[in-house]
Every structure is written in C-alpha cells, then in structure tokens.
C-alpha cells in the first residue's frame, strides 16, 4: 500500500507536513505492513481507502461508528442543527435536552456536561474528585488507558514527574491491589479511576467484575472518595445505561465519549447529585464544546439506542463473528483467545507471544477485504448483517488458509520492535 | 429574560441536568441581566435567541465565526465531507491538504497538528517544548489565558500544586520580567508562551510590540527554548500568517484554534522543523482529531482567507465600530478605552472601576440589538457589513442616551461580586 499507490503518495506528502506523516491512534505505524493511512469514504460497515479498496470495517473508528457510518437519522438531525446554528455565542436548546436524555438514560447520573475529548471529560473528573473534598490522591489502574494528556498519557516523553505525583496505581480486577492502594491514599484519596473492565492493548479482555466494582464501590465510600468509571470506550455497547450497571454497582461520576453522537465530536462527563456542587466549581471549557450540531447528531443516536434493538443487534453481529472465527480457528488447527464483551471483541492468537501469527493473520484477512486490529479490541456496529459477518468469515478463512501455509516462516511483526 | 420567556423555562430546566445550569467560557453569569443563555439559530452576523430576539454578534462565538455564521461556502464543504466520510477508521487525504495549506500560509511552520480544543494545542506545544531538549520550565506570561486544563486554568479548584509545578510568570509585554524569569529557569527552561499581545478580560488590550517580541525570541534563542505563539483567539484577525509575522518574528511553536474552520471543530499546533523531532515524540490523540468534515470545513475558510479579502474587511468593520463609538461617546459625554486590534476590540469606561457603566450600557445595547461585552474583547467578522455597524451605533447610541439619564442611579454588577 505504499508504493505506486495513492495512499503511499499521500504518506509520502504527509511526511512533509506533519511529524512523522501521522500522530495518534489512527497511525498505522504498529498495525501490519499494508494496511492503509488514508480513507477515502465510509458508508454504514465499510470503508474505502483512497486506493478504491473497499473493507468491512470491525475498528469502528475505534468506536464511535455505532450506528453505521453516515447513518442518515443522525446525519439529517446534524445537517439541519448545522443550517440553523451550530458553534455560536452561547449554546441551542439541544443541549438542555440532551442533558436530560443521558441523566434519563443513565441511572446514576443527575447531570451532565459535554465536552469534546474523551480525555476532556476524564480529566474534569479527576478535577472534580479533588475539588469535592480538597484531596489530592487519584488512584488509576495500571497500564488502563484514560486519555493522552500529561497526567494520564500511556507514553512519558514530555512529561514532568510532578505530572502524575498524585496518582497511585493498583492492578486492574485486584481487589487487595486497590485496597492497598486505598491505603496508601488514606485522608488524601479523592477518586478511583476504573475502566468497567480490563481493555488493554496487547492483552485479553476481561468482562465486568461483580465482586470487583461491589468492593470499589465499598473502598471509595469507605474513604469519601469518588467513584469514576470510564466508559468512553465502552459506552452504550455494554449497555443502555453505564457498563457497570450490567453489576449493579453504580459511580459518582461517569466519562462518556466516541459513540454518544455517532461519530459527531462530543464527550460527556455525567454524574451523582454527589458531585454536583465541586462540578459546579471548577473551570473548563473549550471553544466548541457548546456548539449544537454534534448535539443534535447525540440525541438522535441516543434515541435511535433507546427505542430500537440496535444493541442487541451489535452484540448478536459479534457473537456470531466469534463462533464463527472459533470454528474457522479449530478448524485450521489454531488457538484463538477471544475475550471481552461480544460487541467490542479482542483476537489473540494462542501461542503467539511476539504476535506474528496475528500480524499474518489480519494482514491476510485485510487483503480479502476485512479490517481487523492484531493489538486493539475491535468494534461491532449496529449496521453490520448477518451478510457482513459471512463476508468477514470468507475473508478470515482465507486468511488462516494461508497462515497455514505460511506460519513456519513468518518473522516478528517488525513494527513491535521497538516494543519488545 | 429569566421570567415567562423560553430562555427562562430552559434556564430552569438546565438547573436540573447541568451544574448550575451552565459552565464554562459561554455561561451568561458574569454578563449583564437580560443577556440569553440559549440561542435558536445564527446566520452571517445575527444569532437569535430562543425568544425571537435578534442581534448583531460582536462576540462571534468567542471568536469562531470568522466569515458568518452558516457560510455557505464552508457549511458546503462540510455537508460534502460529512456524507463521504468524517470520522473513520483513518483520516482522508484532507488532513494532508490542510496541514499543507496552513504550513503554506503561516512562515514559520513546517509541519502541522490537528485537534480539537485550543487547549489541546497549547498542552501539546507545553508537551512538545519539554520533549525538544528533557527541560521542564515553562514561562507563561501572568494571567494569561492559555486553556483550562489544570496546568493552565485561571481558576485553582481542582487543581494542585504539583500540576503548576514547573511554571514561572513573567509580566506580559515587559522584558525585563521576561528575562528574570528566564534566569529563574536556567538550564531547565524548555519553553516560553506568549498572546501576540496582551488580551485579558477586563483589562486595556495592547498591540503586538515587535520589541518585546524580538527580546523574546533573543532570550529563547539564547537559552535554547522553544518560543511558543498562542494564537488560538487572534489567529486570523490579526494576519494571514502568525500574528507576530506583524513585528517580524518567528515562533518555534505556534497554536492555532477557533476560526480556522470558521466555527467547525478543530485546532492546531504548528511547528518549525527545530521542533519537529520532539512533536514527532510525543503521543497525544483524540477520538475526533481526525475527522474529516471540520478539516474540509477549515480547508474552505483558509482558502477564502487567503482569496478574499475578508481580513481587511473585518478589520475596516472593527475600525468602523470603533470610530463610531468614539464620537458617540464624546458627544454624551463618557470617555472610552478602545484597544487592541480593530478585529478584536476592547471596550472599556473610564472612570468606571467597577465596571457599573459598561455593564449598564452593554444591557442597554442588547435591549436595542448589539449584543456587545462589557468585560472581554469582542470579535468583527467578515459578514458584518456597514449597515450593521450603523444598526450596531443605532443600538450603542440609545445605550448612551440611556446611560446619561441613569448614570447617577447605578449599582455596581451584582454578578461582579465574587470577583471583587
């Protein structure tokens, strides 16, 4: 894909004007050689490079394809917003609304406020946290993913000690590890971050853990402190209400971003009556995070999650992708690791601790037309059919008939290099 | 327009699901009485709030609507992006003809980084400086407002010690300061913001002064730290170009944000290639840095920029304003400070320490249709026409007659208060 290409001569000019030729979790730089930089287009499942390449496409953006790509209820309401008014001088009725539907939605939310990033609306949580009680300490998982600014970003270059000095890590599921941690906060403990569960690149999933949020919830009440889970990721594809609600365990403060309009640029920060008076005092904002579109296009896909079956759709559509593949897998004599809740689905090759025969394997698939991550959990959206799923299987067949063929001499993905 | 209007009903159900109602740089709370907090729509230079009232916007958004409200050129452009793709698994090819664009447009860049708050460029270009050489101290100029992330927000809720940790202040446009703070920085000192000029709320603007701005790139130069531009507000009113490019000085680093998608949502850092290996470093992302449709909607508003000249003509408006404002006040009798950029005007009372007679003539305004700030720089934008100025000094003209009449009945602001 980068030569005698248009995608190659489009990385060739990016290299140019942008560090690197790109930045950011849509780089290519870690994924295996041949996938595509640039789109061209996306329309409901798909999306077509700008080589005329078409995919079925299982990264969703990584998530905010929802709905389907350009799905036309969302796409009208964000048109017309846009006609009438979009970034103005102070915000459209659209945002009282869609503040009332989230705390309709969302059991444990008693308001809203809408940002841009989902990292935006993390770190109004930890600003929040500590302006409740005047404490310092945030306790975080290790390795968990909650942004890219400088208190939370996964990389340190750039980034000053005193950056993180307030946080203190526990291992993700661990409840003595938290409890530990807890400790270690004592009367400075302000908030608890969690993910509803681990999603970590690289690594099996896991699902949510009753007993762990009971015991999370119990050690920040315990402290006085907050309770944040962060379902940007995983908003509305674990459920209509916050992930944990599934474990019926409910946090002061919730984070919610890429699915919540479908792709248009909004996050929230939703939360208790709790934490209504220190949100009430901090300040943030940011230059669009009043504008109405990507409002209107969030109460649209908010009411098209309430009133249909899409969620159930997009859990079935990975369900299927899963047994699928665990056939396909066993039948061509491979072991697969697919874990994490149906609709956000991580594929790991057994056996495979430097990850080529993943590298090969989506490579391959890639080539046949599916989109697939070898590191990151994938996205099911509610515009796949059950036509996707057979087509996708086609060209994961495809792609462990040849790793067959092919395993005794694939190499280390060269692009983990720098990991391992 | 608290009580029996619809900005009042909405007001009170904002209570409810947002804290306070409202927050952040758009909240109505330190306005006049009598400013709405909601608006219905927005076309070329009027926004219309929920009761039918309609006004000429001198804040344009804060400063986003830089060519009218809804342009069509530009609304085009996104509406066409929106239905080929916008936010996918990868960028399209209008991310690389954009960084190209504003790389050929500013001088002193070489390399482009999109986001989408101004905040997120600032955070990356503090990122960036401290990346360039393993430094930590960052000079800001005090009060200065460069976002509201916790190492930069004006107010401290929230916020520990630690997130400033490595931040020196030095008095805006004054180098002696500057180079004090310079010392205080040593061997340690990464990086210098500066405003092109010095814009803080209620206060006398001033102009870029090509002194200070050549003693702050001799003092960079010689302590080997990157020289930061924040052009997130003036980007675009001041010059096609940085708006130092006016005194003749080059940044290492400049933001950009607001109206280069002329109300769309994005944001920039732009780079020389002394700093381009440390951004190259560093990892920042955003669910929404890559969509499309804001990059063809600041594709559009850069080529009318650069094609039209709807600069000067903002700026022939700014001055329009401020010429008509100057006599009318003269001849009832106020005095006026009128500052910074005509693009970019500051109006302020003399004699008015606690601001009671801008407040009173701003609300005075409004009733009449200009909807004007009493406390922060307002904004001309290129739809504005000379018949909305003379409509605007209809507007200000009556607010002086007003003003003469109850000039000697006047409170100072209740919504002033907390800040006095």
Redesign the interface.
């Known amino acids: 894909m980068t030569a005698n290409s248009?995608d190659g001569d489009?990385r060739e000019?990016?290299r140019?004007?942008?560090?690197?030729g790109?930045?950011?979790?849509?780089s290519?730089a870690r994924l295996p050689e041949g996938y595509?930089?640039?789109?061209?287009?996306?329309?409901g499942a798909r999306?077509r490079d700008?080589d005329g390449a078409e995919y079925i496409?299982w990264?969703?953006?990584?998530?905010?394809?929802l709905l389907g790509?350009?799905q036309p209820d969302v796409?009208a309401a964000?048109?017309a917003q846009?006609?009438?008014?979009?970034?103005?001088?102070?915000?459209?009725?659209v945002?009282?609304e869609l503040?009332?539907a989230m705390?309709d939605m969302v059991s444990h939310a008693?308001?809203?406020?809408f940002c841009?990033?989902?990292?935006?609306a993390t770190?109004m949580a930890?600003?929040?946290?500590?302006?409740h009680r005047g404490r310092?300490k945030i306790l975080v998982g290790t390795g968990a993913y909650h942004g890219?600014?400088?208190?939370n970003?996964?990389?340190k270059?750039?980034?000053?000690e005193?950056?993180r000095?307030?946080l203190i890590q526990f291992e993700e599921g661990d409840l003595d590890s938290l409890a530990d941690a807890a400790r270690r906060a004592g009367d400075d403990f302000a908030g608890l971050f969690v993910t509803p569960y681990r999603m970590r690149t690289f690594m099996d999933q896991t699902e949510p853990d009753a007993e762990f949020a009971r015991g999370a919830r119990r050690i920040c009440d315990e402290a006085g402190a907050l309770l944040i889970v962060d379902d940007?990721r995983s908003g509305l594809r674990v459920a209509r209400d916050c992930s944990w609600e599934t474990v019926g365990v409910r946090p002061d403060l919730s984070c919610w971003?890429?699915v919540i309009g479908n792709?248009?640029?909004i996050?929230a920060l939703l939360?208790a009556d709790i934490a209504?008076?220190?949100?009430?005092?901090?300040?943030?904002?940011?230059?669009?995070?009043?504008?109405a579109a990507?409002m209107a296009g969030a109460l649209e896909t908010l009411r098209i999650v309430r009133e249909t079956d899409c969620l159930e759709r997009l859990t079935a559509i990975g369900e299927a992708l899963r047994a699928g593949l665990a056939a396909q897998s066993e039948a061509f004599g491979f072991g697969l690791r697919q874990t994490g809740p149906a609709a956000l689905p991580m594929v790991l090759f057994e056996d495979d601790p430097d990850f080529r025969l993943g590298y090969a394997w989506c490579a391959a698939a890639l080539r046949a037309g599916a989109?697939l991550s070898p590191y990151h959990n994938m996205f099911s959206n509610a515009a796949m059919t059950e036509a996707d799923v057979t087509r996708t299987l086609e060209a994961t067949g495809a792609a462990f008939e040849e790793l067959r063929r092919t395993r005794e001499s694939l190499l280390p993905p060269p692009q983990l290099a720098p990991r391992a």
């Open positions: 248009k489009l000019r990016a140019r004007v942008i560090p690197n790109m930045y950011g979790h849509e290519t595509p930089q640039f789109f061209a287009s996306g329309e999306i700008v496409d990264m969703c953006a990584y998530g905010p394809n790509y350009g796409l964000v048109e846009q006609r009438r008014g979009d970034t103005l001088t102070g915000p459209g009725p945002m009282v503040a009332e705390v008693d308001w809203a406020m841009k990033n989902g990292g935006d770190s930890m600003v929040t946290a500590r302006a310092r890219a600014s400088p208190w970003t996964p990389v270059v750039g980034v000053t005193e950056d000095a307030h940007v971003g890429k792709g248009q640029p996050s939360g209504r008076e220190a949100a009430g005092k901090i300040f943030v904002t940011g230059s669009f995070w009043f504008s990507p989109y």
